[in-house]
């Protein structure tokens, strides 16, 4: 079936047309597919994964040809939202804390200790709360496929965090996320919000002392070069939404955009297999790699500093919306 052809689309292939009739005549779109991390994080296991869905997918297979461009290699991951709702790039696999910029309701996902676990993060976005969440984001002009994951946040420094007062003063490097930010300085660090792409260097260089992130990205960005402890906060979930231009589902048949979800969806359990699969050996690899990791982390003292910033999201998202993300999985 041929891919229906927007309004953008039409008038670009009229005038390359005009330029090179042999162009014109090529059957696959190329679909240009960005997202922050290096290919061995559970995000770039999912951007292949997708690519390798479309490919093999007998709708999309002869129409759509997924070009995956890792590490952020054409821009953060607040460009890269913004690439989607502009059309200049037509998907990204970016963090749920990059999108709060775009669609505010999605920062309820980055409260830190709202959700318990992981699989309790992914009974809720697998659901209702999930589909409610796309909608808001539609409404904000953001499409998502599906709901990807990075794992669960740990706190990395040059000192064992075990208690909230370890965070006392520390400049902490978190996403580009207001809710974030809000969380760290609630529990008294001096959080500073900078592009993933920075993050070593500023490590290296000590303009920030710690960093937040899940087993899969430390590892696989080597943060272990950089930090000397990982204690295992476990206090965010990060979901990775798979965003779509507007422009490439106005292109699609329904069957193709059937298809594209199904793909997305495919993309989306790839990661979530990669986080799972990365947590179980990544406190061993990176003790073998010179960290040491902290166990013994108070997440009762943890959880109880964190109540009063939880309360006050209330007044942002409603606290009908924590207390079921709270309660999800249980």
Same mark, same amino acid.
């Given at each position: 079936?041929?891919?229906?052809?927007?309004?953008?689309?039409?008038?670009? $292939?009229?005038?390359?047309?005009?330029?090179?009739?042999?162009?014109?005549?090529?059957?696959?779109?190329?679909?240009? @597919?960005?997202?922050?991390?290096?290919?061995?994080?559970?995000? $770039?296991?999912?951007?292949?994964?997708?690519? /390798?869905?479309?490919?093999?997918?007998?709708?999309?297979?002869?129409?759509?040809?997924?070009?995956?461009?890792? &590490?952020?290699?054409?821009?953060?991951?607040? /460009?890269?939202?913004?690439?989607?709702?502009?059309?200049?790039?037509?998907?990204?696999?970016? =963090?749920? !804390? !990059?999108?709060?910029?775009?669609?505010?309701?999605?920062?309820?996902?980055?409260?830190?200790?709202?959700?318990?676990?992981?699989?309790?993060?992914?009974?809720?976005?697998?659901?209702?709360? $999930?589909?409610?969440?796309?909608?808001?984001?539609?409404?904000?002009?953001?499409?998502?496929?599906?709901?990807?994951? =990075?794992?669960?946040?740990?706190?990395?420094?040059?000192?064992?965090?075990?208690?909230? /007062?370890?965070?006392?003063?520390?400049?902490?490097?978190?996403?580009?996320?207001?809710?974030?930010?809000?969380?760290?300085?609630?529990?008294?660090?001096?959080?500073?919000?900078?592009?993933?792409?920075?993050?070593?260097?500023?490590?290296?260089?000590?303009?920030?002392?710690?960093?937040?992130?899940?087993?899969?990205?430390? &590892?696989?960005?080597?943060?272990?070069?950089?930090?000397?402890?990982? =204690?295992?906060?476990?206090?965010?979930?990060?979901?990775?939404?798979?965003?779509?231009?507007?422009?490439? @589902?106005?292109?699609?048949?329904?069957?193709?955009?059937?298809?594209?979800?199904?793909?997305?969806?495919?993309?989306?359990?790839?990661?979530?297999?990669?986080?799972?699969?990365?947590?179980?050996?990544?406190? $061993?690899?990176?003790?073998?790699?010179?960290?040491?990791?902290? &166990?013994?982390?108070?997440?009762? /003292?943890?959880?109880?500093?964190?109540? !009063?910033?939880?309360?006050?999201?209330?007044?942002?998202?409603?606290?009908?919306?924590?207390?079921?993300?709270?309660? =999800?999985?249980?």
């Amino acid at each position: 079936m041929p891919l229906r052809l927007s309004r953008r689309s039409a008038l670009f $292939g009229s005038a390359s047309a005009m330029i090179s009739p042999c162009w014109a005549q090529a059957t696959h779109r190329r679909v240009r @597919l960005v997202h922050n991390n290096p290919a061995t994080s559970p995000g $770039g296991t999912g951007c292949n994964a997708f690519a /390798a869905a479309v490919a093999a997918d007998p709708i999309l297979q002869n129409t759509l040809h997924i070009a995956v461009y890792h &590490e952020g290699s054409i821009g953060d991951e607040v /460009a890269s939202v913004q690439g989607c709702l502009d059309g200049s790039i037509d998907m990204a696999m970016i =963090s749920s !804390a !990059a999108l709060t910029n775009f669609a505010p309701a999605t920062g309820v996902l980055d409260i830190p200790f709202v959700f318990k676990s992981a699989q309790a993060a992914r009974t809720a976005l697998d659901g209702e709360l $999930g589909a409610e969440l796309i909608v808001a984001a539609r409404s904000k002009g953001v499409n998502i496929l599906a709901w990807g994951e =990075s794992g669960m946040r740990h706190i990395t420094a040059n000192r064992p965090i075990r208690h909230p /007062a370890d965070l006392a003063h520390l400049k902490l490097r978190v996403p580009q996320s207001d809710v974030e930010v809000a969380g760290f300085r609630a529990l008294g660090a001096d959080p500073i919000p900078i592009p993933f792409q920075q993050l070593y260097e500023m490590l290296r260089t000590g303009q920030v002392e710690a960093e937040e992130n899940p087993f899969g990205i430390i &590892e696989a960005s080597r943060l272990f070069e950089v930090q000397k402890f990982l =204690s295992l906060t476990g206090h965010i979930y990060t979901a990775f939404p798979i965003v779509v231009a507007q422009d490439l @589902l106005d292109d699609l048949s329904e069957d193709q955009l059937v298809a594209l979800k199904a793909c997305a969806k495919t993309a989306a359990l790839a990661t979530r297999q990669a986080a799972i699969v990365g947590a179980e050996g990544a406190a $061993g690899r990176l003790r073998a790699a010179g960290m040491t990791i902290v &166990e013994d982390v108070d997440i009762a /003292a943890f959880i109880t500093a964190s109540k !009063a910033n939880i309360a006050s999201m209330s007044n942002k998202f409603g606290a009908g919306l924590i207390a079921r993300l709270q309660q =999800s999985g249980a």
